[in-house]
């Protein structure tokens, strides 16, 4: 973690601790977050409807942790796997295979996997052999070899696609 700080340290021609600079950049970028419009009822809806929730994410355990506990979502997803926690990262299969063990091994044909990055969210769930959203709310070109099953705008989006 302390080397791109000692590189950018270097780069700019500064003589700090990137020790110090680390510790600061985790604890603001802890503080960064938030939901977007509608996602708690969402989330709500969903599991009003019986789904069952994995948040999955790649990042830092002290950063992601702390975001979601702001956002107070816990209580929406059954598991919570944070790619620094497993050792393992979207989109490799490992990633995937310990967010299925965390939630009992659901039938692959009855999970989507919703992200907003195609490198990691939908090449991970398409290698896993799972349906793909892509959150898209930019409606920014896919010039990747990555193809999602499904393109959303807005999260209400979800809804039909899950089968309401």
Same mark, same amino acid.
């Given at each position: 973690? @302390?080397?791109?700080?000692?590189?950018?340290?270097?780069?700019?021609?500064? #003589?700090?601790?990137?020790?110090?600079?680390?510790? #600061?950049?985790?604890?603001? @970028? !802890?503080?960064?977050?938030?939901? *977007?419009?509608? &996602?708690?009822?969402?989330?709500?809806?969903?599991?009003?409807?019986?789904?069952? @929730?994995? *948040?999955?994410?790649?990042?830092?355990?002290?950063? +992601?942790?702390?975001?979601?506990?702001?956002?107070?979502?816990?209580?929406? %997803?059954?598991?919570?796997?944070? !790619?620094?926690?497993? $050792?393992? &990262?979207?989109?490799?299969?490992?990633?995937?295979? #310990?967010?299925? !063990?965390?939630?009992?091994?659901?039938?692959?044909?009855?999970?989507?996997?919703?992200?907003?990055?195609?490198?990691?969210?939908? +090449? $991970? $769930?398409?290698? %896993?052999?799972?349906?793909?959203?892509?959150?898209?709310p930019?409606?920014?070109?896919?010039?990747?070899?990555?193809?999602?099953? #499904?393109?959303?705008?807005?999260l209400?989006?979800?809804?039909?696609?899950? $089968?309401?």
């Amino acid at each position: 973690r @302390l080397v791109r700080f000692e590189r950018f340290l270097t780069v700019i021609g500064e #003589y700090r601790d990137p020790h110090e600079l680390s510790t #600061y950049y985790l604890k603001e @970028l !802890s503080g960064i977050g938030f939901l *977007l419009d509608g &996602a708690r009822t969402l989330l709500e809806d969903l599991l009003d409807r019986g789904h069952r @929730l994995c *948040l999955i994410t790649n990042g830092l355990k002290e950063v +992601q942790r702390s975001r979601i506990a702001a956002a107070r979502m816990e209580p929406y %997803f059954e598991a919570i796997v944070i !790619s620094d926690e497993i $050792g393992t &990262a979207k989109p490799h299969a490992g990633f995937f295979q #310990y967010a299925f !063990s965390a939630i009992g091994h659901p039938d692959k044909e009855k999970v989507v996997v919703v992200g907003d990055s195609l490198s990691s969210d939908i +090449q $991970g $769930g398409n290698n %896993f052999g799972l349906a793909t959203c892509w959150f898209n709310p930019d409606g920014r070109d896919n010039i990747t070899a990555h193809r999602p099953d #499904y393109e959303i705008k807005n999260l209400e989006e979800i809804l039909p696609i899950v $089968g309401f």
